[in-house]
């Protein structure tokens, strides 16, 4: 989870009409994370011929979207587009997992623990809270001591309830995503692609060496896109290795740390967070601080032994009853980050029907379900 606060910027324009498609079209949506999965459902449902593809499948482990869990939240500091994007996505996802009859959004609400009288990344969200009645609760140190006896607010000023966030099963929701699109007609190849241009006319190479073309090709590679596009995105997207870890949770105290909300450390620096609870996992602690350039493809996933003191460190101070807690899981996952932490969705330089949809940048997740309807309004006017 990245805590970016973003150039309060509007990104509207960049999904403002960009309509090249209509029913009967085809179209190519190479990634199949939360990005592509979403987008290619959405130009599904809108009658456009979908192929989407992917190297290693749906949520697969070196994908950004491959972890258990993701946070779910509107608070985005002053960036108004981001706070109204993730309204949209949990309607969206509330209705899908309805639809799928199966949960994967876990409303526990998210808790933002702050250090000193001011937190921009929640107090400049309050106005928009209030607009879409999603208002936060304000937790002074006692009643945040009270409340939530398990968290050392010895140096905390304040906490902030959000009642209407929480977290969402992310590789299951994205297999779920890849499984509704083929169950309603869309067409999905596993197979590695690279990018070709014969004469004007742009077209996906499959890994047997075919081509296949389209009406529209949309590449959603997350931390890829850089590498596979060097001179149209190249360092505008870079990727770096973040580190989530699950901790054992003691057995006398299993119940009241598994039912703790969503936490954000809003410190101004680390910036941990975490998720606690899910299926038994542990309660997991992520690391927004960027990690090292890192290879998505090859890089090897083990924890760096320093970022995982310091993240011992830190829980033993900020949740003293988890102090010699044992590391039960881990995993890698890389950042897919854009300069500024906005995403991406532009035209290709030269060809007019490619198009790159991306740099998720550590908060993308959540909003995968209208992401992917926006960029689909953008294509279809009607
Ligand atoms: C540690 C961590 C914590 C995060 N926490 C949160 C959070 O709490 N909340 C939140 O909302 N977001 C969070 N994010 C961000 C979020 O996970 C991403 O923004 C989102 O998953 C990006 O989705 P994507 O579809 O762009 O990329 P991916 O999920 O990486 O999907 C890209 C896909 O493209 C495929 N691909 C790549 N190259 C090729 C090729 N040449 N041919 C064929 N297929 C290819 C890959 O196999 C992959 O499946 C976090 C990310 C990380 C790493």
């Given at each position: 989870?990245?805590?970016?606060?973003?150039?309060?910027?509007?990104l509207k324009s960049q999904f403002e009409r960009k309509g090249t498609l209509k029913r009967g079209d085809t179209a190519i949506v190479v990634g199949a994370?939360a990005f592509g999965g979403w987008t290619a459902l959405h130009l599904l449902r809108r009658g456009i011929h979908v192929t989407l593809i992917?190297?290693?499948?749906?949520?697969?482990?070196?994908?950004?979207?491959?972890?258990?869990?993701?946070?779910?939240?509107?608070?985005?500091?002053?960036?108004?587009?981001?706070?109204?994007l993730?309204?949209r996505?949990?309607?969206l996802?509330?209705?899908?997992?309805?639809?799928?009859?199966?949960?994967?959004?876990?409303?526990?609400?998210?808790?933002?623990?702050?250090?000193?009288?001011?937190?921009?990344?929640?107090?400049?969200?309050?106005?928009?809270?209030?607009?879409?009645?999603?208002?936060?609760?304000?937790?002074?140190?006692?009643?945040?001591?009270?409340?939530?006896?398990?968290?050392?607010?010895?140096?905390?000023?304040?906490?902030?309830?959000?009642?209407?966030?929480?977290?969402?099963?992310?590789?299951?929701?994205?297999?779920?995503v890849?499984?509704?699109f083929?169950?309603e007609g869309g067409t999905?190849?596993?197979?590695?692609?690279?990018?070709?241009?014969?004469?004007?006319n742009a077209s996906v190479?499959?890994?047997?060496?075919?081509?296949a073309g389209a009406d529209t090709i949309i590449y959603a590679c997350?931390?890829?896109?850089?590498?596979?596009?060097?001179?149209?995105?190249?360092?505008?997207?870079?990727?770096?290795?973040?580190?989530?870890?699950?901790?054992?949770?003691?057995?006398?105290?299993?119940?009241?740390?598994?039912?703790?909300?969503?936490?954000?450390?809003?410190?101004?620096?680390?910036?941990?967070?975490?998720?606690?609870?899910?299926?038994?996992?542990?309660?997991?602690?992520?690391?927004?601080?960027?990690?090292?350039?890192?290879?998505?493809?090859?890089?090897?996933?083990?924890?760096?032994?320093?970022?995982?003191?310091?993240?011992?460190?830190?829980?033993?101070?900020?949740?003293?009853?988890?102090?010699?807690?044992?590391?039960?899981?881990?995993?890698?996952?890389?950042?897919?980050?854009?300069?500024?932490?906005?995403f991406i969705f532009e035209r290709h330089p030269?060809q007019d029907n490619v198009w790159f949809l991306g740099g998720?940048?550590?908060?993308?997740?959540?909003h995968g379900p209208a992401l992917g309807e926006l960029v689909c309004t953008s294509f279809i006017h009607r």
């Amino acid at each position: 989870m990245s805590t970016n606060t973003f150039a309060p910027r509007s990104l509207k324009s960049q999904f403002e009409r960009k309509g090249t498609l209509k029913r009967g079209d085809t179209a190519i949506v190479v990634g199949a994370g939360a990005f592509g999965g979403w987008t290619a459902l959405h130009l599904l449902r809108r009658g456009i011929h979908v192929t989407l593809i992917d190297a290693w499948g749906a949520g697969n482990s070196r994908s950004s979207s491959g972890d258990e869990t993701r946070v779910i939240r509107s608070t985005y500091g002053a960036n108004e587009f981001y706070f109204d994007l993730n309204v949209r996505a949990l309607e969206l996802w509330k209705e899908h997992q309805k639809e799928w009859n199966q949960q994967v959004f876990f409303n526990t609400g998210v808790l933002w623990l702050c250090p000193s009288d001011e937190c921009a990344i929640v107090d400049d969200s309050i106005p928009f809270s209030r607009k879409h009645k999603m208002e936060y609760e304000y937790l002074n140190k006692t009643d945040l001591g009270k409340r939530f006896p398990v968290v050392n607010s010895d140096d905390l000023h304040h906490g902030w309830y959000d009642p209407f966030g929480g977290y969402l099963k992310a590789r299951e929701a994205t297999r779920l995503v890849l499984e509704t699109f083929v169950k309603e007609g869309g067409t999905f190849v596993n197979s590695l692609v690279s990018p070709s241009v014969t004469g004007e006319n742009a077209s996906v190479r499959l890994q047997d060496g075919t081509n296949a073309g389209a009406d529209t090709i949309i590449y959603a590679c997350g931390s890829w896109l850089g590498a596979l596009f060097p001179h149209e995105i190249g360092d505008r997207i870079t990727c770096t290795k973040q580190e989530v870890y699950y901790f054992g949770v003691p057995g006398n105290a299993a119940s009241g740390y598994d039912k703790f909300p969503v936490w954000v450390d809003a410190d101004g620096k680390d910036y941990y967070y975490g998720i606690p609870g899910n299926a038994n996992r542990g309660f997991k602690v992520g690391v927004d601080r960027r990690g090292p350039a890192f290879d998505p493809t090859n890089g090897d996933r083990l924890p760096q032994p320093e970022v995982l003191t310091h993240a011992r460190n830190f829980l033993a101070h900020r949740f003293p009853g988890l102090k010699n807690s044992p590391l039960v899981e881990s995993r890698v996952c890389p950042y897919e980050n854009s300069v500024d932490g906005n995403f991406i969705f532009e035209r290709h330089p030269t060809q007019d029907n490619v198009w790159f949809l991306g740099g998720g940048s550590g908060h993308g997740f959540k909003h995968g379900p209208a992401l992917g309807e926006l960029v689909c309004t953008s294509f279809i006017h009607r």
